[in-house]
């Protein structure tokens, strides 16, 4: 634990999570019998009723006494808490960790690591994996492009033909875009 000095006391912080503190490699949930622990000793130490505490941290008394107790509070009551302790709303949450692999990277990681396939078998496997993740992603993004539409407001006045040459070279720039993977 971190001490920090507040009102020219000291109480304990709790310290920042790590990836190696995650037993199930998720974050954990708001470390709320950490922050009921800091409120009541900041009570105790302050000699103040919880009335009195709920009213200096602007929160009310019930949530205040849910809190000590151990039960999550809302964000607006939990900004409000930490503001009264003195202490950074961040000490209390683990770092987001961002997913280093794809899915398909995870699942073929599987099959390399599976005991019941060969090598030979599982690089087999991932390559069918990886041609039909392939063309299921490409067919999911040519089918989710919206037809393309243009209003042209002076067609009215444009001589003949010219809307529908300006029509065919948007979707001639239209085509050369996805192919070349832009869109």
């Known amino acids: 634990m ?37 409120l009541r000793e900041r009570r105790i130490r ?6 009195q505490a709920a009213a200096s941290a ?11 107790a151990g039960a999550q509070p809302d964000l607006a009551s939990f900004t409000s ?7 950074s709303p961040a000490e209390f949450f683990a770092p987001v960790t961002r997913r280093s692999q794809t899915p398909l990277d995870e699942a073929i990681e599987h099959l390399i690591t599976d005991p ?10 991932a ?7 392939q063309a299921l992603a490409d067919r999911a993004r040519t089918q989710s492009l919206e037809p393309m539409a243009v209003h ?10 010219v809307p529908e040459r300006l029509a065919s070279l948007i979707r001639d720039m239209r085509a050369a875009l996805e192919d070349s993977g832009r869109i």
């Open 2 to 38: 971190k001490r920090r000095r507040l009102a020219a006391t000291f109480i304990d912080v709790p310290k920042r999570l790590s990836r190696d503190d995650l037993s199930d490699g998720q974050p954990p949930e708001l470390a709320v019998a950490e922050l009921g622990r800091l």
């Open 46 to 51: 302050d000699e103040l009723s919880i009335r």
């Open 58 to 68: 602007r929160v009310s008394f019930s949530t205040l006494s849910r809190v000590e």
């Open 81 to 87: 808490l930490c503001a009264w302790l003195g202490v």
């Open 116 to 125: 019941a396939l060969s090598p030979d078998a599982a690089e087999q496997i």
């Open 127 to 133: 390559s069918v994996m990886r041609s039909m993740y």
């Open 152 to 161: 042209l407001r002076a067609a009215s006045v444009m001589r003949p033909g």
